[in-house]
């Protein structure tokens, strides 16, 4: 076995997926304009701290008091400090561009005046979706990070959303092995795995690197990739097509989608039709279709029509 061999097989046994996440499914995540110069030129997927993330029930870093109850009565009390690791995450979605996550991700910053004129400086925080698979994702963070000295663990997880209450007993409950198991590996994947219902909407999937002490002063984990490889599409603010956005003329899908094609993803380009639509809603009426509730009359009358009006296809 070669070194390159040895170094492979390392990796894949420090890398996880939840079980029955499929390599295959599609997942998307917005990107602000402010980071999209260094994923698509530079080259660079940044993960983050979750501690730094909005939410405060991220408890990677805060310590976790576990009451310990069994069936006689007896009670004792645990305090888990922060974990040994040095850990990074990112989010991505498997909804394919929802209202409401457009709308909390891509702010829409007009110019001043009647045209808007494109600039990242000025529209930092709008945001393009990409989309790649969860396969395509976890071999390009696990390629990028084998021979990353600090490199402890991988995970990619798929977000599980409970209530408040059952939080803190699933929390308690990974901790199974014993009181001086600590916050291991799986258990900062577990806890990175587990999200209050009310985030229910963002269906999350989430890398999780873990790395040594040797990171502890990085705060933004750059992992090297192959941009043109691992995205399938990108998506240019959807709204942005419609005649005016908060009063201005906007004219700016094209400008922004010229800075991508210079940048070399023109064939990436996907169009959402979020909001688009035809002249003219089109539906189906099944008349016999147990789901559709006519009764006799209705029915006869249809048919009636059927019967003037049928169309050759």
Known sequence: MTTDQKN?????NRCFMTTG??????IYRFVP???IRDLLVDENLALVRPENWDDPYELINRPIQVDVIDGRGARARKILDGSNFEVFSMSWTTKDMADTML???SKLSPAKGEVDIFDL???????????????KLHDA????????????RLYLSKVE???????SRRVGGIYANGPDFGKTSDCVASLLSLKRDAYEAEQEIRPIVLLNDAAKDVSVLKVKINPRELIDSISIDPRLRSSKVSGFQMQAYHNRLVVIR?????SKIRESHLYSASPMFESILEIDSPNVYLDEDAKARWRAFLTQHQMNV
Do not use: C, M
Request: hydrophobic share 40%; net charge negative; aromatic share 12%.
């Open 103 to 105: 709308r909390a991700y």
């Open 161 to 167: 959303y409970v209530s408040d209450s059952l939080l």
């Open 21 to 26: 996440l499929d390599r295959d499914t599609p």
């Open 33 to 35: 304009w402010r980071w």
């Open 121 to 135: 400086a000025a529209h930092a925080n709008e945001a393009v979706q990409i989309s790649t698979t969860v396969g």
């Open 141 to 152: 963070i696990a390629h990028s990070l084998k021979n990353t000295p600090s490199f402890e």
């Open 8 to 12: 492979d097989t390392t990796t894949i």
């Open 262 to 266: 210079d940048w070399g993803f023109g």
